[in-house]
Each structure stands twice: as structure tokens, then as C-alpha cells.
């Protein structure tokens, strides 16, 4: 289906429901529909065409048009296009239909914008806090614009956070908030029976920083690329990337060629640590050091390889709206290719070794499943969809920086498990040496130090602009309205761990409790990445409020065993 | 089964011991490379108080107070992020971005404060002291007026 087939087909079938549409930038159609029409149209969307979901975003849009708009965004990957339903609510009592029914995949990002803007959604299956802290007191909501970015309310201790009853018969096993093979905190609440895991809750988001609000509220447009590029500590440079590709979107600047290239090889450098760092991780998990022993040795080097062409070894700070902040030189070339030639040397004999490890296969196949159906319910997205056997890669999908003229691949494996995603990860390092190869070719035609384009024109106010970058984890979408004052009005990330960790939900289910951090693990999580929104005050005397109830129920349910047996 | 094993043997033979007993003894190809990003330092003498770092630093951490005809500039470098945009945008180089990066202190107010004093002259024109390469940098701060 075309773009123009997508839009006669929702004319056709909402009706009235159906307002207008736009195209400001080529491939990002907005379809603006009446708040009843919601349902009907996501569920067109998603039963009847190839759309698949990304995310939700609210935006107080109160001084603009009277209104809060909640945008619903799809992607035609095979077509390379965008579409975004646009619905209004009320700007005195926002409530609009939810559209988790029709697709799971919507239930964070719905619960999110309640939390932080308010809006209300109607027949919602789990209602509950997301982003704010248990301390946090009702009503208030931190993203509206009428919330000064640096309040801080007062805390109000007595909203418990409503965990999910024991199923009969289990037994609740905590995993976090701090959980030694976790890297961060989060906490899984695994309902057991026996050996096997039933059921799971999750309560995360104890990390917020406030990003977004201080892009929206505080920092300037090339302030933020800085901070974005924080969100992660180790694909930190996918959101520095998409962010300025929003704004360039947004504004029709143009970046030069050479800029595009010196982006792709810092993004492939990028994946090939962040495979590395991943492989030794997983291997270290299920008791396998040698693995992390030697990837992490051998991901040393390109650590030292981007602290010399950035200057830095991660946070490499190279963006600007407009193109990069410094130059790969011809003369280093040479040394960088090497560099990554004996690497790509390492990786294939580490391949070569893993892959017919019979221990290794053991433990990861047949764990962890997730289906292609259960995929698109879920919106899973990168190594996770692809060891399911769905061809999704941004970089193919919706070509940016220099993609569209490098040849690589889009890996995919058809087990939907543990092993399929180690797999595809492995691959798609090989593919990443390819293309990084391809760019340093290119460097070598272009001519040296036409890396940044000169800014003119202020951004224009009330543009509106999508991006999508490949991260390690899977696609990163930002999605920006620009403001007047040198910064967005609104700018909200959606990272891969997003949508890929309440998937876990249905991961687990049946499984070993042992085999639960593997598998939560090959989802390659990044809690810091899916923490990034609001101010948050995650004060310890809420965590305290946890571990006590957590020891209380924990020592309490192994009384009652101890009392049966 | 067995011959995989043995090939991830062979890795980790090949390599053996890799890792010093840092800060005892540093690996020299992990040292700091010449353009590396370390603790800024500021050269108070080249300095004229524009305050265009002030006007880009991502941490907003570079504070300018007035007094009569004296600026300072002071940079609560604890919250740095070794971006180097201040002295990528400071017309005179005053400031250049260092290779120190163990930083670790128990002083941190003494250790990480910077501060330089400038003598300002009236300014007679549009009272900002340079352009910017774009408007995404434009001086908010303007410069000297009495
Ligand atoms: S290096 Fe960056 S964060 Fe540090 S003072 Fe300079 S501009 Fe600010
Ligand atoms: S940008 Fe340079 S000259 Fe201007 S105030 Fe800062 S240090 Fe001084």
C-alpha cells in the first residue's frame, strides 16, 4: 500500500471520524482524527495493513491550540514511510479512548502520558503508575508546561505502589531493585510455582533524570544533543544522532557527505562495542567469564580507536545540528582500517568457537521464545524481532545519514530465542566491520574538512518531525515539535528497551527462574535508555518502603511453607 | 563439542594476561591521545569576557557576575561533561580542554573551581562581542555596557 492508498482507505473507512491530512515532510503523513474514531483506526492499522506501532506521544499543546495532542506513530517499513494519528483532548479534562486493547504494545506509552500530563485513557487494562515515584502526589503532572522544570513537589509517602495479587499457590521471588546481574536498578516480581515462573510484575523507572523537561524547558538546540547523548552510557551517540536528525528533518537543513559518513562509522563503531560489550555480558550471566574475559579485551582497542578520533571514549560529543564537530583525517585512515581489520580477525574465530559450543546451545535454545505474532502485539523491536524472523532495520527501513549508499545486510534468524538473538548479534557486528570499511572508502573521495553546514535561519516554530536510528538494541525513535525560543516545544525518545522489556513479561512465562535473567539479558535491556523522562525524586525512603514490605512478604511466604510442609 | 573448546582455548592462550595493576603501573596505549578531552583550563589573560562559553556550555556550569567594570567567570567544573564546546567557540582560545582526566576528589569545591577576573571596557556598538558561527549559538548573555 502507497501513502496515498493509506490515507483514501482510513478516509474511506472512518467516515466522519476522519479530519485531514499532511505531508510537511516527504515520508511523515499526520492523519488527524476525531478522539471516537481512535480505536477504529488503530485497529485498521494494525490488523488490516503492514503498519507497525512505534509509540505513543502526549504534548501539552495548551498555549498552541487549546488542546492536549496524543499522537499515535506507525512505520511501513517495507514502504519506508510514517504515519501519525493525531488526536486532540480536552485541554480542562483530557480523557481519550486507549488503544492498549487493540495493541499491548501501547500500554506503557499510554500509562506514561497519564503520568505525566494527565490525560486520561478510557478502558485501559492496567491503570497504574509508570514513570512518577511512589512518592509522588497525585495530580500533579510534570510535563505540562505550566510545571517549572526544576519544582520539586512534596513527597507523599503513602501511595504504596499496588503490586499484582499472588496468583494461588505461588511464591513471590524478588529479583531487584538491586540485583547483583542487573547493571541497573529495576526490580521483577516473579510469582513462582516451584521451580517454574507463573506470572511477573514489573516496577521500574527508578532512575529518571528530567531529560526531557530540560529539553523542553531549559536547554538550547545545540545544548541538547550533549545531553542526549547521556540518555545511554553505551549507544549514547544513536540518540546525540536521531536528535539532530530530527531537528534537521524538522528545519530542511542539509548535512554534509562527509559528515553523513563520519555518522555511520562512529554509529557502526558504536554497535560493534556495544555487540561486544553485550556477548561478554550474556556470558557472564549464564557462568560462561571466558566470554566477557576475552570480547571485552577485544573491544578495548575500538574503545581507544573512537577516544582518537573523538577524543573521548564514549560520550564522544561529535554532533551539532548540521553535521559533526570534528574530522576523520585521510592520514588516519589506514590505522583505523587495521585497527578494525583485527578485530574482524578476533570476532569471526570467537564466532567460529561459539557457535558449535554445545554447553552454550544448551542453555540458550528454547528459552526465552517470543513469536512474530508476539512480536507485532508487543512492537518488539532490533535483535529481539529479528531472531523472530522480522527483517526490521531502520538503517534499510528509513535510510539516514549515509546509509542509503553502504551495503550490508539485515540479519535475522527464525528460532524467536535466546540463541537466535546471540546469533543475529554476532552477524550483525560482521556486518557492522562491512560497512565501517565502505565509509572509510568514501572518506577517502571526499574532500577533507566539509563537515558542518552553517545556520542562518532560526528553526522555525511548530514543525513537526520523526527520525529513526538503528541502535544496537533496535530502532530509537524521537519524535520533536519545535518551539520558538531556540529549543523544542516538545521532544520525547522512545529507545529500543521500551518497548522490548515488558515483553519480557511474556518471555518468562513457564520458564526456569534461573533461566529469567538470560533472558531478560538477551533483550540486551538498558534501564537508564527507558529512564530517561521526568524529574523524579525516587527518594530511598521509598526503596526502603519496598525492601521492608519485600522481606515482610518474602519471610512471610516462607513461613507458610515451612508451616504446610 | 571438543574442538570448540579447544578453539576457545587457543583465544584465550593466545592472549593471556592483559589487564595492569592500575594506577600502579598504566597500559601505554591507553594514555590520553593529543586531542583528548580532559579537565578544561582557562588562560585568564586571553580572556574578554564575552561569555560565550557561559552562552554554550550543555552543563550551564560557566557563571558570569558583573561587578562595576569587572567580569568573572566561574566554572563549577563538577558538573563538566568534557564536551570542549566552551573553548570550541571562544574567539581568543583562552580556554583549552587538558589531558587530566583522573579528577577524583574529596575537595571537590577547592579542585574542580575555575575562575578568571576580566577588566571590561565600555562597549560603544551592539555590545556583543563576536558572532557566532550559527544562530543555533547566538549570544544570549549580551556583553559589557556601563
Ligand atoms: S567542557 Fe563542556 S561542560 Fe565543561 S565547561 Fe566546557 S562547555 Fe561546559
Ligand atoms: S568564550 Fe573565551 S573570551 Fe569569551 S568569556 Fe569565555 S573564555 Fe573568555
Redesign the interface.
Known amino acids: 500500500m502507497t501513502k496515498q492508498d493509506i490515507v483514501q482507505f482510513l478516509k474511506a473507512q472512518l467516515g466522519k471520524g476522519y479530519l485531514r491530512h499532511s505531508e510537511p515532510i516527504p515520508g511523515q503523513v499526520w492523519v488527524e482524527i476525531r478522539p471516537e474514531a481512535t480505536v477504529q483506526a488503530v485497529e485498521l492499522l494494525h490488523r488490516q495493513t503492514d503498519a507497525r506501532y512505534l509509540m505513543s506521544v502526549g504534548s501539552d499543546e495548551r498555549e498552541l491550540k487549546d488542546r492536549f495532542g496524543v499522537y499515535h506513530l506507525f512505520t511501513f517499513d517495507q514502504q519506508h514511510f510514517f504515519v501519525t494519528l493525531d488526536v486532540s483532548a480536552d485541554p480542562k479534562k483530557p480523557r481519550l479512548p486507549s488503544i492498549t486493547p487493540v495493541i499491548a504494545g501501547a500500554n506503557w506509552s499510554e500509562r506514561e502520558i497519564r503520568d505525566l500530563l494527565g490525560v486520561e485513557f478510557d478502558g485501559h487494562p492496567d491503570p497504574r503508575r509508570l514513570v512518577l515515584s511512589d512518592d509522588w502526589p497525585q495530580g500533579v503532572h510534570p510535563l505540562r508546561r505550566d510545571f517549572d522544570y526544576s519544582a520539586k513537589p512534596p513527597s507523599k509517602p503513602e501511595n504504596a505502589y499496588p503490586f499484582k495479587d499472588n496468583p494461588p499457590g505461588t511464591t513471590v521471588v524478588a529479583m531487584g531493585p538491586y540485583f547483583p546481574v542487573f547493571e541497573e536498578a529495576t526490580y521483577f516480581r516473579l510469582y513462582v510455582e516451584g521451580e517454574q515462573v507463573v506470572d511477573v510484575d514489573y516496577r521500574g523507572f527508578y532512575a529518571h533524570r528530567g531529560i526531557e523537561k530540560l529539553g523542553d524547558a531549559s536547554?538550547?538546540?545545540?545544548?541538547?544533543p550533549?545531553?542526549a547523548e547521556?540518555i545511554c552510557g553505551i549507544c549514547g551517540f544513536v540518540h546525540n544522532v536521531s536528535f539532530c536528525k530530527l531537528v534537521e528533518h524538522a528545519s530542511g537543513i542539509t548535512v554534509p557527505r562527509r559528515a553523513d559518513y563520519i555518522r555511520v562509522i562512529m554509529l557502526e563503531l558504536e554497535r560493534i562495542h556495544s555487540h561486544a560489550l553485550w556477548l561478554g555480558v550474556a556470558g557472564h550471566i549464564i557462568g560462561f567469564d571466558?566470554v566477557l574475559?576475552?570480547t571485552w579485551?577485544m573491544r578495548?582497542?575500538i574503545m581507544?580507536l573512537c577516544?582518537?578520533l573523538t577524543?573521548?571514549r564514549k560520550?564522544y560529543?561529535m554532533n551539532?545540528?548540521?553535521g559533526v564537530?570534528?574530522d576523520i583525517p585521510k592520514a588516519l585512515v589506514p590505522e583505523i582500517r587495521k585497527k578494525i581489520q583485527a578485530m574482524d580477525k578476533?570476532w569471526r574465530?570467537?564466532l567460529?568457537?561459539?557457535?558449535?559450543?554445545?554447553?552454550l546451545r544448551m542453555r540458550l535454545e528454547k528459552v526465552g521464545i517470543l513469536t512474530k505474532d508476539q512480536c507485532h502485539e508487543w512492537a518488539a523491536v532490533g535483535p529481539v524481532a529479528r531472531a523472530a524472523d522480522l527483517p526490521m532495520d531502520a538503517r534499510k527501513d528509513h535510510p539516514y545519514c549515509a546509509y542509503d549508499a553502504v551495503d550490508f545486510k539485515v540479519i535475522t534468524a527464525d528460532s524467536n530465542d535466546v540463541w537466535g538473538r546471540t546469533i543475529v548479534r554476532i552477524l550483525e557486528t560482521i556486518e557492522s566491520f562491512k560497512i565501517v570499511y565502505q565509509s572509510l572508502d568514501a572518506l577517502m573521495e571526499l574532500p577533507e574538512g566539509d563537515i558542518i553546514t552553517?545556520?542562518?535561519?532560526?528553526?522555525p516554530a511548530g514543525r513537526i518531525a520523526i527520525s529513526a536510528v538503528e541502535a544496537p538494541r533496535g530502532e530509537d525513535v524521537h519524535f520533536l515539535l519545535t518551539g520558538g525560543d531556540?529549543r523544542p516545544y516538545r521532544w520525547r525518545v522512545r529507545c529500543p528497551t521500551y518497548p522490548n522489556l515488558p515483553t519480557v513479561q511474556v518471555m518468562v512465562k513457564g520458564e526456569q527462574v534461573a533461566d529469567v535473567p538470560i533472558i531478560l539479558g538477551s533483550i540486551d535491556p538498558c534501564f537508564s535508555c527507558t529512564e530517561r523522562m521526568e524529574v523524579c525524586d525516587v527518594s530511598t525512603g521509598s526503596i526502603k518502603v519496598y525492601s521492608q514490605e519485600e522481606l515482610f512478604n518474602w519471610t512471610k511466604n516462607r513461613r507458610e511453607r515451612f508451616e504446610t510442609v | 563439542?571438543f574442538?570448540?573448546?579447544l578453539?576457545?582455548a587457543v583465544?584465550?592462550f593466545k592472549?593471556l594476561r592483559?589487564t595492569f595493576p592500575y594506577p600502579l603501573k598504566r597500559n601505554p596505549?591507553?594514555l590520553?591521545?593529543p586531542?583528548?578531552?580532559g579537565r578544561p583550563r582557562i588562560d585568564a589573560a586571553k580572556c574578554i569576557g564575552c561569555a560565550g562559553c557561559a552562552n554554550?556550555?550543555?552543563s550551564r556550569l560557566i557563571i558570569v557576575t558583573d561587578r562595576k567594570a569587572v567580569r568573572r567567570l566561574d566554572f563549577y567544573l563538577e558538573r563538566c561533561?568534557?564536551?570542549?564546546?566552551c573553548a570550541?567557540v571562544c574567539p581568543e582560545g583562552a580556554i583549552t580542554?587538558t589531558g587530566e582526566f583522573e579528577t577524583a576528589t574529596d575537595r571537590v569545591h577547592d579542585d574542580m573551581h575555575l575562575s578568571a577576573e576580566v577588566y571590561m571596557g565600555t562597549c560603544q556598538r551592539c555590545g556583543r562581542c563576536f558572532e557566532t558561527?550559527?544562530?543555533?549559538?547566538?549570544m544570549m548573555t549580551t556583553g559589557f555596557r556601563t
Open positions: 536547554l538550547t538546540y545545540n545544548q541538547i550533549f545531553i547521556r571466558t574475559m576475552q579485551r578495548e582497542p581507544w577516544e582518537k577524543g573521548n560520550t560529543g551539532l545540528i548540521g564537530r570534528r578476533e574465530a570467537v567460529d568457537a561459539v557457535k558449535d559450543d554445545t554447553t552553517e545556520i542562518r535561519e532560526d528553526i531556540n | 563439542m574442538l570448540s573448546k578453539k576457545e583465544i584465550c592472549h592483559v596505549e591507553a590520553p591521545q586531542d583528548f578531552r554554550v556550555c550543555p561533561t568534557y564536551c570542549g564546546r570550541e580542554m558561527r550559527t544562530t543555533l549559538d547566538r
